[in-house]
């Protein structure tokens, strides 16, 4: 019923989604032009939120559960599994408080409205996986910007998308030089459930009707451990409570 129901529901969540991407691509570069980063970030929150009001349009929900109060006067590296492309905007508009920027393919920073624009723009670090050495460039100078800035960063270790939801191994990768790099940083896991079942059938028919998950779990403080270890403690948490909400 709920593959039955994608065919139906599908085509009005790719028509809205559609709609945001075209209608915030101008506001992003507008807001840029006259209000410099803030009023850009503000317009890429609300972007995201309405991308995330689309998933509604399906019969899905978006549960976003923060268990610990975070600081804001320090950068955070948020570590977190990945699931599908929809894991995406929950994390942007519920951690816009912290400025999360994200380590994304440089490949998606040309040809799609409003996602590419803010790739480009927003401060993350766009990284071609062909050419490490670019890559480490990209992502020292991304922890430039969380020194400077207080800036927070999104990670998914796994390098790829679970796209049964089963937890892939964590790489050290970019965590290790955002550590290394940014001494005060707070790591901070986020367990994602559910989102890959959005995606079950691929792209047509969307899956409906089902409850996503999003949970920030205890903050783990990076420099009393070495950092495969701290990595380590982040990927059992995610899969702890992953199992716990499916077992």
Partial sequence: MRKILGYILSPIHYLAFGFFLLLFHPLQWLSLKLGGYEAHKKTVDIFNLCLLATYYLLGNSVRF????????????????????????????YFLRK????????IELTKGIP???????????????RKDSKQAIAEILKLAQRMKANNWSAVIFP???????????????GGVATIIKKVPNVLVVPVAINNS???????????????????TVLRPIEPQDASIEDVIKEAEDAIRNHIQSLNS
Avoid: C
């Fill in 196 to 214: 890959w079942k959005m995606v079950q059938y691929g792209t047509y028919p969307l899956n409906t009707f089902i409850n996503m998950s999003w």
């Fill in 65 to 92: 559960t923060r268990r610990f109060d975070l600081p804001t006067d320090r950068p955070i590296l948020f570590i977190s599994n990945h699931q599908s492309m929809y894991d995406i905007p929950p994390l942007i």
């Fill in 158 to 172: 796994e390098g790829t998308r679970a796209k049964t939801g089963n937890l892939k191994p964590f790489s050290a």
């Fill in 98 to 105: 912290y400025h999360a920027k994200f380590i994304s393919k």
């Fill in 114 to 128: 409003s996602i590419s624009f803010n790739l480009k723009h927003g401060g993350g670090a766009n990284i071609d």
